[in-house]
């Protein structure tokens, strides 16, 4: 059952595909193979390097899209235009919607190599056309969790805002957005994640509206004027320090906040602490927001900082712009199948995951074709996301949001202290996988 | 005038917008200072670590969408609910359409650090708002036409295919498409780039073909029926010799082509060729896809191949996902204003952009705030893309991407020969930046 947002809906997601999966559905539907009942898993062969642990994000994304990808009209006629004209394809899309059943971890779930982190069960028609648009969805979104997560993390405590939307594609910087918030980003600058998905949003000035005024205090005034003295205030267009002490002037000790932009931000955020603190501003914030990373945070953790500002960095996945998951056929009629080439990590058949835990903390990642013997501590990785095409549990996207945030706090909470280090290292749980059952 | 293009209208794009941008706008109703005429500049203070030159890509979409941009009904209730309350700023959004004039660089064009690739001129609050949209799309596209360039250079006359829709979000993936095309790429994947943008879609099948069926050879005689003798057999999911055979024995030596997708390529595209000759499939075209960039598609400039399926490296921008354009207020009311930033290229005023050549090869970037004086071979690389909101010339999106592609072939011909050393190296144009004319 749909849940209705109040939005108008999105346009069809259908031909945010390959054309392959098309080719390879009409080639099956005229040799017959097309209704063999298939699995298919999306999974990742390796972290990004360096990473200890991967976030998956995009899921609910994902089950936001499925009803809506049907071939419509327009989509149809699109196809025909592309030379895709086979008459028993097009009348086999007219009908289709997906009718199979789709399993995975739980968005804001962590992840580690080979975790199944989607199960497509379905004909092999129905299951191959929605491998484009969930490896898209999945492979942006937990790239951006992924990285948004370590700077979560060398944040400590401290507030981190999204403010990346204008370094990236506009629609993927509302994704970006929505991940940011899922593993712990308290706002975004971006008013569409805040439409879609209540993704708190917040901004205040940029260097522009200083420039746009005669002086440096006319703009403070006005702002304070139209946003109250709490607002945050930019104080870096001409000088830092006249900026500060004009900056209290206006809004006097109650001034909410200053927001550095440039300069060498450990001395500059030192320097601005004393002399907020000289002018009584003793419970003004300081926000820096240049070009920062998780490592540019983890160096200011020393410094009177009260919260980052994170770009192109984070929209970009710092370093890691996706995460190189698969979605690969598994099973068919009941036979595992797998690709016979080396070095890849492929088990045929359907997977069952489990992670293992002692004393609360995560230890490993069990990653079977059969039956795992369950201790007491296990968590079965697995949920149920769609049956018979229809989404269990439908919430709306904002709530979906609000339990994927829940949901990756609490698991992220068991890892070993040594996943949350920066430095490059190995996964911080193995993967045991096995052909067999595990006990 | 809008052009119809017969498609669904998109959502109003008003909300890919960054919230100070708003914070902004009511501050300045508020103050009179909302009207004030404003130059604003999109540059890039440098491109990408090593690269020669940019590519500016973009400018279509962001002209397609800014008819869009409207504050209707449903966006203004957004607003509110994010405590976008003040009634001023509310009703201006109401009211607001573009009505500014912006010129820019032809889609297409190079890029170097400094070139003013967008100047919009409008009221502060006209300009402002446009801010994160355009660096969005202009930030995006520029990435993934930068890299693809490199990649059509690496790959000579050999066609390269775009196939990373997977790799990025799905909407991104779209544009990333349109981009590639748009420097030489013969062809995509994505069927939703056919649809807006015409570009050339292309696709057979995946491994998931073969392992559905019971044999390779069924998997292969399923496909030519379906798709002729002229299609692209997968020859890799067992044995490539094996698979080659087969792929020659069901299609016969009219086979189109084959596609290699893991193992060292230029040691199996060698053997692959050798025995489809001897299998007298002489015509019988290799293509290769996997995980290339730039430097593989090099690395393979000696072996018997065809053509070059791209993803990831593709769509991420090969290394550099975004172009760091940002978009500055230089004029105010006839003044020209700068942050003072130490160590970032800020000069006030509205430029004016001349390529200058000699022998027909590009010499240099002229960015000046005042005249140049025109030699015979200068080209202005400023054309007038909007007047009084309206779009200047405008044409159905698929004729906007067929126009800017001409305009890059043309225009990166004239590049001196060390452009295309895909080696780190300065950019291969020196920006000439002057506040005053240039002689």
Redesign the interface.
């Known amino acids: 059952m749909a849940v209705d947002t109040g ?2 809906p ?2 069809s ?1 259908a ?10 559905v ?3 539907l ?2 017959g ?1 097309a209704d ?1 009942q ?1 699995v ?1 898993e999306v999974f990742a062969r390796r972290l990004p390097h360096g990473r200890r642990y991967g976030v998956l994000a995009g899921t609910g994304r994902l089950l936001e899209a499925l009803p809506h990808f049907r071939f419509g009209d ?2 149809l006629a ?2 025909r ?2 030379g895709l004209t ?1 008459a028993r394809l097009l009348d086999w899309l007219a009908d289709f919607r997906f009718s199979g059943d789709i399993d995975g971890y739980a968005e804001g779930e962590l992840y580690f190599p080979g975790s199944p982190v989607l199960t497509v069960r379905a004909s ?1 028609a129905e299951g ?1 056309l929605l ?3 969930a ?3 999945l ?3 937990s790239a951006i969790a992924s990285a948004a997560a370590r700077m979560i993390s060398a944040a400590c405590e401290r507030p981190c805002i999204e ?1 990346g ?11 970006a957005a929505r991940a940011a918030h899922l593993v712990g980003f308290a706002a975004s ?4 994640a ?2 879609r998905y209540a993704v708190p ?9 200083t ?3 005669d002086d440096e205090r ?1 703009a403070f ?3 304070v ?3 109250g003295k709490d607002t945050t205030l930019l104080v ?4 830092v320090e006249e900026g500060i002490r004009t900056a209290v002037e206006v809004a006097g000790p109650e001034l909410g906040g200053i927001r550095l932009d ?2 060498d931000l450990p001395t500059l955020a030192t320097r601005a602490r004393e002399l907020l603190d000289e002018l009584g501003a003793t419970g003004t914030r300081i926000v820096v927001t240049s070009d920062l990373d998780e490592y540019a945070i983890a160096g200011l953790a020393a410094a009177p900082v009260d919260g980052y500002g994170v770009g ?1 960095s984070l ?3 710092s370093g890691a ?2 995460v ?1 998951m698969v ?3 598994v099973e ?1 009629d009941g036979v595992p ?6 070095g ?1 990590l492929s088990v045929g058949g359907r997977k069952s995951a489990v992670r293992r835990h002692r004393d609360g903390v995560s230890t490993a990642e069990l990653v079977t074709a059969g039956p795992v013997a369950a201790r007491p501590d296990d968590r079965d990785l697995l949920v149920p996301l769609v049956r018979g095409g229809e989404t269990c549990d439908p919430v709306s996207p904002a709530e979906a949001l609000r339990l994927a945030r829940a949901h990756h706090e609490q698991v992220r909470a068991a890892l070993p202290p040594e996943a949350f280090a920066l430095s490059r290292g190995e996964p911080v749980l193995d993967t045991v996988t096995a052909r067999e059952g595990l006990r």
Chains 1, 2 share one sequence.
């Open positions: 939005l108008t999105p346009p997601p031909l945010f595909t390959d054309r392959y999966e098309l080719t390879m009409a080639a099956a005229a040799d193979t063999r298939c298919f327009d989509e699109a196809l235009e592309q086979d092999f191959v491998e484009t648009l490896l898209s969805v492979n942006h979104d403010m939307s204008r370094r990236t594609h506009e629609e993927a910087a509302v994704a600058s971006n008013l569409e805040g439409r949003t917040t901004g205040t000035s940029a260097h522009a509206f420039l746009l005024h006319s005034e006005a702002q004027a139209a946003l870096d267009t001409y000088d440039s300069g192109t929209v970009t996945g712009p996706t190189g979605y690969k056929l068919r199948v797998a690709k016979r080439s080396e890849k």
